[in-house]
């Protein structure tokens, strides 16, 4: 299955997930897909592939990730539990992260 991950404006990074494998999406130079986000963990999030076409979605984070549906009015998402895989339609909007830490002085 053929993933294409976009980061805001930025072109679309094209990825080949195979039958059972695992994309991997966070700061760290090691994952899949890097992202320099302020509050990301260095792994993130955890895209995976059922059998041959069954894409789910894994929190893994420490700030949480969000899940907008294709069908959902703009700006509604829910929040995934974590370490939970979770189904994931085509065109849906992986959100990151859900909150970030203050700085305090």
Do not use: W, Y
């Not at 760290?28 to 076409?53: D, M, P, Y």
Request: include cysteine; charge should be positive.
């Amino acid at each position: 299955m053929r993933i294409s991950l976009q980061l805001g404006k930025d072109a679309p990074k094209e990825l080949e997930l195979l039958p059972d494998g695992v994309i991997t999406i966070g700061r760290s130079s090691k994952t899949n897909f890097q992202v320099v986000c302020i509050g990301a963990s260095n792994t993130h999030v955890e895209l995976r592939l059922v059998g041959a076409s069954e894409l789910r979605v894994r929190d893994v984070s420490s700030n949480g990730t969000g899940l907008q549906d294709p069908t959902s009015a703009p700006g509604k998402h829910g929040k995934l539990k974590k370490d939970v895989d979770t189904p994931i339609a085509d065109g849906s909007c992986i959100i990151f992260p859900l909150r970030t830490k203050q700085k305090t002085e």
